[in-house]
Every structure is written in structure tokens, then in C-alpha cells.
């Protein structure tokens, strides 16, 4: 085979019958559908939204499962109660607010040992609430 007279003179590739009968009508068709494409109903639209809506719910409700499942409800409390503590933590603090909590603190006998040292009156007390 080192003679290219040694070859077989036959094409390997056949023409399909009337293809070059019947190429303009299929080219003209194919112009005419990418210029004039079908819309798209509001479903065909939506989809690809409503896939990612679903998926993001899904992955919200695995995440949420399993931190319910694999973290110890002591901690969950424990972690609920710290934040609603910072919330209620006021960033100035008026005198009010550091009397208030300085009393928290104190027992009844060193509030009365308090008001007996300072001669307060208990109208004089009761005026001032």
C-alpha cells in the first residue's frame, strides 16, 4: 500500500438522497425559527427560580435538622439566654441604672442600715418614688 494506485477509488462518505433538493427549504426554516422563536410560557420562565427556591429550602431544613439533632439542648439554652442578656444590656449607663444594680446586690438589712445612717425619713422616701 505504499502506491496511492493501490487504493480503492471509492468515497467512505455518502451523500443522503435529495439532501441538496431540499437544503434551502431546511435552511430557510431554521432562519425563520431563530428569528421568530416561540415564546416561553410563564412556567418555562419560572422554573429555573422555583428550582433554586426549593433547593435553598431544602438545604435550610437538612441544616436545621441536623444542628437540632446534634447539638445538646443545654447548650442551645444556654447559648439563648446569653444572647437575649446582651440584648437587654444598655450601652450607657445612667446613674439610675449603676444604683439599681448596685442594690441587686445588697440585702434588706444594709439598705435599712443605709437609710438609718443617712437620717431618711420614710415620707421623705416615699415622696421621692
Known amino acids: 500500500m505504499n502506491n496511492l494506485s493501490d487504493m480503492k477509488k471509492d468515497q467512505p462518505f455518502k451523500v443522503p438522497e435529495d ?17 421568530n422563536p416561540k415564546e416561553k410560557n410563564l412556567v418555562q420562565v419560572l422554573k429555573p427560580y422555583m428550582w433554586m427556591a426549593a433547593s435553598i429550602i431544602g438545604f435550610v431544613f437538612v441544616a436545621k435538622l441536623i444542628l437540632t439533632t446534634s447539638v445538646p439542648t ?3 439554652n444556654q447559648q439563648i439566654t446569653q444572647i437575649e442578656d446582651t440584648s437587654t444590656v444598655s450601652t450607657e449607663n445612667t446613674d439610675s441604672e449603676i444604683f439599681f444594680d448596685s442594690m441587686s446586690e445588697t440585702s434588706t438589712d444594709e439598705i435599712i442600715e443605709y437609710l438609718s445612717d443617712y437620717d431618711i425619713a420614710t415620707d421623705e422616701l416615699l415622696a421621692n418614688l
Open 74 to 76: 443545654d447548650f442551645q
Open 19 to 35: 439532501y441538496f433538493e431540499n437544503l434551502s427549504d431546511r435552511i430557510s426554516e431554521r432562519i425563520e425559527q431563530e428569528e
